[in-house]
């Protein structure tokens, strides 16, 4: 089990961070993550397993959209066309985390734990973004529903690590 969050982390969960970092390990890769709505959740999911943490980079915590450009040079223009919740921002995230660090591999997430006041603005819509260095990244749309922030945030970290695999693999 992950040290730091033993009790929350389902071991289903805990055998894909392994995997993720075992892997990372075993090709001499480096990780980071640019996070909205999981909050650096996953950044620390990545650097809680000991013995293979140093495949981590560095973690990105963008809430804001203040925060998305100035860390990650998100433009404010796309920002404000697509909102921050959307598949050319979770692209832009990757691509800002990619540029900014000294990572192989990152994985982006930006979306809705809870409905918001806005139409549009809904429950449980996540847009991940995976980029390997010198590669195109890629996108993907999960609509978990309305099942509760921690909930969404869980399958928001599954299908991030999902994706960082994938990355490495590919």
Known sequence: MAEALDLAVPPALDDLVRDVLT?????DLRLATAESCTGGLLASLLTDIPG?????????????????????QVPRE??????????????????????NSQ?????????????????GEDAG???????????DA???LVRFGDIG??????????????MMREEILR
């Open 23 to 27: 892997l990372a390990c075993d090709r």
């Open 78 to 99: 796309m920002l404000e066309t697509h909102g921050a919740v959307s598949e050319a921002v979770a692209l832009a995230l990757a691509r800002g985390a990619i540029a």
């Open 52 to 72: 293979c943490s140093h495949a981590f980079e560095r973690g990105f915590v963008v809430y804001t959209e203040a925060a998305k450009h100035e860390m990650l």
């Open 103 to 119: 990572a192989d591999i990152v994985a982006a997430v930006t979306g809705f734990t809870e409905a918001g006041p806005n139409p």
């Open 125 to 135: 819509l996540v847009h991940f973004a995976s980029a390997r260095r010198g590669r």
């Open 149 to 162: 922030r921690g909930h969404v945030r869980q399958g928001a970290l599954e299908t991030a690590l999902a």
């Open 138 to 140: 890629r996108h993907q």
